[in-house]
């Protein structure tokens, strides 16, 4: 399976990127509950870079360990504001538009690896990955 890009700029392309993404995983092999926690992941951190930065993508790329096991890893980039601070917006409750601060932090629980490259001016980038 080959990589897939999609722009994020409106509320229909982050439904076209958490559909893609379930459609991945189930051709990978995830299990249903698995393809929902992907799919959740995807419409989270989509919502965010449309929501923050206007603008950016999601790229999603079946994987393979080192070690042979199969997984997806999604990301996330924008050229928007950036987080000023990454330590506090990974945390329960932290939101800067009055939502409920569970984003980030909520999406880091439901994958098994979670990388996040951001600083004020520069965009951020985020990586997740979900093994089989």
Do not use: C
Not at 61 to 87: C, M
Request: aromatic share 4%.
């Amino acid at each position: 399976m080959e990589s897939t890009a999609i722009a994020l700029e409106n509320d229909q392309d982050i439904v076209v990127a958490r559909g893609e993404v379930r459609t991945l995983a189930a051709a990978i092999g995830f299990r249903s509950l698995d393809q929902t926690r992907l799919a959740t992941v995807a419409s989270e951190l989509a919502r965010n870079i449309v929501k923050y930065a206007s603008r950016g993508q999601m790229i999603a790329q079946p994987t393979r360990s080192p070690h042979g096991r199969e997984g997806l890893r999604l990301i996330f980039e924008d050229d928007g504001p950036g987080i000023a601070n990454v330590e506090a917006a990974m945390t329960d409750g932290f939101s800067t538009s009055k939502g409920m601060g569970k984003g980030l932090p909520g999406s880091r629980r439901l994958v098994d690896e979670f990388t996040i490259d951001s600083a004020p001016g520069r965009g951020t980038r985020i990586t997740v990955v979900r093994w089989l």
